[in-house]
Structures are given as C-alpha cells and as structure tokens.
C-alpha cells in the first residue's frame, strides 16, 4: 500500500503563506489522483484541492480558489499545495489522500484509499 506523508505545516500570521508538501512511497504513485484534505476542530473533514495524474487538471473547493495551488512532480512523488493569503478560517489540520480509480477528482473522503498522517496548519489572526 502507497504510504503519504505530509510536511510544511506551521504558525502563520493572516495574510502569509505556507507551502504544504506530500510525498507517496511509490513511483506508481503517479498513476492515482492525489488531493488534499483539511479538518478543523469540531468538523467535518472537507475537500481542499486535487489534481489528475498528469497534472493537467486540478480542482479546487471554493473556499481556497484563487489562493491555494496544487501541484505535482511524479519523478519526485510529491504533491505539493502552495497556501497563499492564508485566513484564520484555514486552521485545521491537512491531509493529502490518494485515490486509485478516479477518472474525475473526487470530493468524498469515502472514495480515497490511502491517507497521511496529517500536519497542522494554524493562521492567527
């Protein structure tokens, strides 16, 4: 099973930036979606970003449109999601997660396969 761990998290002031990185245990990682997740105390895990295979497509929760950017390198194994303008509504803790069937990029944490360890994103106002 394709392991994924995140990196990047911190303390950021409102308005900074932080850039989040996932790294898979395979190469054939490279074949799956890979999306990013986020979960704030006392909710619901929510859907932040995701990106097709190739690269070519990614989408966004309206939430983070115009300021996150999702990214991948598949000869490095990573996905990568640089957080502009950062809100204090951004608080949670960000998972990446990995999906091996999707044609499209699938919102649902129900329909992801292998997930990382999570790391802390924390913007103070």
């Known amino acids: 099973q394709v392991q994924l761990v995140e990196s990047g998290g911190g303390l950021v002031q409102a308005g900074g930036s932080l850039r989040l990185s996932c790294a898979a245990s395979?190469?054939?990682?490279?074949?799956?979606?890979i999306s990013w997740f986020r979960q704030a105390p006392g909710k619901e895990r929510e859907f932040v970003a995701g990106i097709n295979q190739s690269g070519s497509r990614v989408y966004y929760a309206d939430s983070v449109k115009g300021r996150f950017t999702i990214s991948r390198d598949n000869a490095k194994n990573t996905v990568n999601l640089q957080m502009n303008s950062l809100k204090p509504e951004d608080t949670a803790i960000y998972y990446c997660a990995l999906n091996r069937g999707a044609v499209r990029i699938p919102t649902l944490t129900s329909t992801y396969d292998s997930w990382g360890q999570g790391t802390q994103v924390t913007v103070s106002s």
């Open positions: 395979e190469r054939t990682s490279s074949s799956y979606v």
